[in-house]
């Protein structure tokens, strides 16, 4: 045979692929953006982390892609009429992956872990209000709360409150150890996080994987590569701006759910000119905000009120959210006494794309109602120095919390933790409303009162509330059994690959 | 020569205790805090307090200071404060993988950059040096995460011929171990390779333009001991100094190369811990890398004074 270049060149892509097999069967890998930091579930504070403490560890209650609170660890529970004392029945027969029986004592050596000031756990403020925990039985653990709770089986669901051996903490940083359907069996920062199945999982016939890994990959562009290559299985916390592109190319599957994380300028109420609630309004009514979602998000995403999501049931329907009016708006600015229009800046968080897009976005659109607004970019990192609670006017968001109570009180509440940190917001019917919907176990009670709160801050906004955002993520069709969950993590138990 | 080499490591020494402090006080004048890092947005005044205190953050520069050089110089790296664990070993398992990387670039670099300067070189104007120094302009001008994202695209999501990211260990066979360096080597090496391919034609033309060769040329000696006796030695001096600072180049592509390729080694951990303010984990990374880098420049050193005399005595005097 000759050997002219198009033999050469040809026989070059006949090659047989370089590549190994490209995984063990039955093994998923997930490429997620970060490496962990933690291992101990208690001290999680990201995303890529709160995957792995649902898949190695198990809660005392789990919530659904649905959002409804179900049995994990404990099969049941109860609490007392005045909600005070919540009673959990755990499920026999649990062992962790070293083979000991979970029992109640775990359960409360990991609350006196939490709720101990010098462990500076980063959830412990969710449980400010639970007093004492106790093992009534092998099986049986008693919260007594310091205050009464209506939504506390569901907080027990959030993504720290995972319950590991007792007297394990040391250890927990470099050989995890819990009750979940994978147990741990390596972890190379920077590039994956293996986990092998559990094969004693207290829930029959689960999981059906062999195993599952996070692969660590930061740029996005070669994560979508490695997703058509199948050198991953799952991409994780899809950009809104891919959605649309990757929708339609064969073999991926592209999903993008509602949730309850939010966006919002936030104004600080404290000091001029946000201080005045008629400039606040104006703002609200100078954009609108059908069209920051379509700017921002591209169209992934929905308007709202308060960080209540337009999907929950507690969303105030009958509240319509108009289309902007510039001119009304420059006649309540002129009436706070600005007959010019406003120039103030507005800080946006360098490192995260959507926030800072939400901050131009604003800019844009806030113009024709009075606003000229400076866009200042301030790193992420340094937000808690200098901007939060600090700055005039500023864009920063909040990821989902697991429940209503939980998403608002903190942030909307004249004594809010997070309320000090943002707007330093204060309204009698909004704190009377939130006080009450915490007081009661009823959800047709509490589903009231957070309208009655909704309306009141529309009327008098801390802020603007741009949108509860979506989030997605990419599949290969060969992955099974998997739904794309509004809080950022995954449920794998049922969970096939091809 | 050994006096010569005394010397030279008694100022890489100081350089590097030198960039020891420089490091010290850059990373604590960065913005951000390692507590508020640790606890993410969960961070309460409170909270940040309780950990500052168990982190020593509060006690002042110096001490803190004097207890990581201290530490150093028993061996111990100190922590990685956010990961939890002494930062040693992670840093030596980092390094080991991006020694690899870097070590296959570097010899592709010298040894490739040397034999393709020489070639162009001999063949000034045939159609193989036009190639050539289109090829190295366009190299040296594009950056490398272009190449990178082209060559995962190319390579693994359109053909499938390599894997797109991470690594292999040796224990998983050769070719899963090969095929994972691949990309990441080539898009490390190609820039440099174009730039010392560059430099050592230049060197080269001008070494076989001078009156040595000519004479050596007159008298009748073969073109091979021309070039390879007389003509290349001369011309590898100014390239063994661009390969030192091309060195430093190399360090900061892998920082690139890793991150983009989601390889384990080095640079992903220091940019972990900038991303995550793990200051105790930035510093004892840098000081590894500036280390290396120091005795990098030490080795060129070396290397220049055993190829020309006129340097190891002139020291001396």
Known sequence: MKLTRRTVLGSALALPSLRAAHAAAGVLRIGVGASLARLDPLLTTIGDEYIYNNLLFNGLTRMAEDLSVQPDLAESWAYSDDLRRWTFRLHRGVKFHDGREMTADDVVALFERLLDPANAAPSRSNYDMVGRVSAADPYTVVFELTSPYGGFADILSDRQVKIVPRGSAAQLASHPIGTGPFRFVSYTPGDRLVMARNPDYFEPGMPKLAGVELRIIPEMSVKIAALQAGDIDVLWDLPLEQVKPLSGRSGLRIDSVPTASWDAAVMNNLTPPFNDPKVRLAFQMAVDKADVVELTLFGQGVPTISPIPPTHPFYARDLAIPPADPAAARRLLAEAGHPNGLSVPIIVPVGRPVRERLGVTLQQLAKPGGFDLQVQRVPFSSYDAEVSGKAPLYIDGYFARPTIDTSTYPFLHSNGSWNAKLWHYSDARVDAALTSARLSGDASVQKMQYIAMQTALNANPAGFFAYAVNFACAYRTSVGGVRTHPMRWFDLRSATVA | ?317
Do not use: C
């Open chain 2, 1 to 317: 020569m050994g006096g010569y080499v005394v010397r030279r490591l008694l100022s890489v020494a100081l350089v590097v205790f030198a960039t020891s402090l420089l490091i010290f006080a850059i990373v604590h004048i960065l913005p951000g805090n390692v507590a508020y890092a640790i606890l993410g947005e969960y961070a309460t005044p409170s909270a940040v307090a309780t950990l500052q205190q168990r982190l020593g953050l509060d006690d002042p520069l110096w001490l803190q200071y004097w207890r990581w050089l201290h530490g150093v110089l028993r061996g111990d790296l100190g922590p990685s404060l956010v990961m939890d664990r002494p930062a040693g070993p992670l840093i030596l398992e980092a390094l080991g993988r991006s020694a690899i990387l870097a070590s296959i670039a570097f010899a592709i670099v010298a040894g490739g950059g040397i034999a393709l300067g020489v070639h162009a070189a001999t063949h000034q104007g045939r159609i193989s040096d036009r190639v050539m120094t289109l090829a190295q302009f366009v190299f040296i001008a594009v950056p490398d995460f272009f190449w990178a994202i082209l060559g995962v695209m190319a390579f693994a999501a359109g053909l499938d011929w390599l894997p797109a990211t991470g690594y292999a260990p040796w224990g998983d066979g050769a070719l899963a171990w090969a095929s994972h360096l691949v990309l990441p080597v080539t898009v490390l090496s190609i820039g440099l390779l174009a730039h010392v391919s560059r430099l050592s034609r230049a060197a080269m033309l001008e070494a076989l333009r001078s009156r040595y060769v000519l004479m050596a040329r007159a008298k009748g000696m073969s073109e091979r001991r021309v070039l390879w006796r007389h003509a290349a030695p001369n011309a590898m001096l100014p390239t063994i100094t661009i390969l030192a600072i091309d060195f430093g180049l190399l360090i900061g592509g892998v920082v690139v190369v890793e991150t983009v390729f989601a390889y384990p080694g080095l640079g992903r951990l220091l940019v972990f811990a900038i991303e995550h303010r793990d200051l105790p984990l930035l510093q004892a990374g840098m000081l590894v890398l500036t280390t290396i880098y120091a005795l990098a420049n030490l080795a060129a050193d070396i290397g220049y004074a055993v190829l020309n005399p006129r340097i190891r005595y002139g020291a001396a005097a």
